[in-house]
């Protein structure tokens, strides 16, 4: 069996790997909106020295990280969640649970061949025009990258499992847009998309720091920059891997109770 999903995630690879001409347009979008907001980041660490607990090298790291792992955490969508609500939405839903597969492990084999495609397809090149442009804040160790890879692969599966509670959403709403349209708001906010969840100011900055959302780039940034380190980057995966556990344990009681229900939309 656990080479049937693996197949899966090779077949996830390959989908998004044969859509070319929008993967280069990807990286031209990441590369451009990661210069826009580089120099808005200069400007603001020109006036905060250290905002966030970052110098300005570590800051502008953070930013390229940020543009190499949007479409790898699926932060502005384009993940599976679309394809499986309109699944629920016309009943084809009811032949995937005929199939000799659970229907949460396919979509998050199929979701993880998609994260790893896009890691190496949008995320190396804007990372590397990004370091030849600016002096970046990178590792010269091996481990460093190695646990980041981790931290990075525990990060998309927290992705994949709160995308698959919204996507269940559509058993009873049949149309689930607006609680997508939360979920991406809520991600972009909370993963520290916007800005680093460190320079959130007191309580808000605990909180933001405390939920799933900054498994998907704040923790992988700050293992990236040496932020945790030994214990500290023990306790950063451990940090991951509760909230996937938590998620997917979630997504799993809501399949079930879910399954018991299907609703068939115009047929």
Known sequence: MGGFYA????????????????TAAGVFTNTVFGLIISYSYIALWDQRP??????????????????????T???????????????????????????????????????????????????ILPMTVGSLLFDLALPGDVLTWVVFLVSITLGAVVSFALRFLVALSAFWLLDGAG???????????????????TVFPGALGEVARALPWSAMLQVPADVL????????????????????VVLLGAGRLLQAVATRRVVVQGG
């Open 7 to 22: 197949a899966v995630v090779v077949r996830g690879f390959r989908r998004y790997a044969t859509y070319r001409v929008a």
């Open 50 to 71: 250290h905002l966030g607990g970052y110098s300005e090298s570590q800051a502008l790291t953070y930013v390229w990280v940020g543009q190499g792992v949007l479409m």
């Open 179 to 197: 609680v997508s349209q939360v979920a991406w708001l809520a991600g972009l906010f909370f993963s520290g998309m916007l800005l680093p969840l």
């Open 225 to 244: 920059l040496g932020r945790h380190r030994g214990s500290g980057a023990v306790l950063a995966l451990a940090f991951q891997a509760g909230w996937a």
């Open 73 to 123: 955490m699926a932060l502005m969508g384009g993940g599976f969640e679309d394809e499986l609500m309109e699944r629920i939405r016309s009943g084809d839903i009811a032949v995937d649970l005929y199939r000799p597969a659970d229907l949460q492990g396919w979509w998050l084999a199929a979701d993880l061949g998609r994260s790893a495609f896009h890691l190496l397809g949008r995320g």
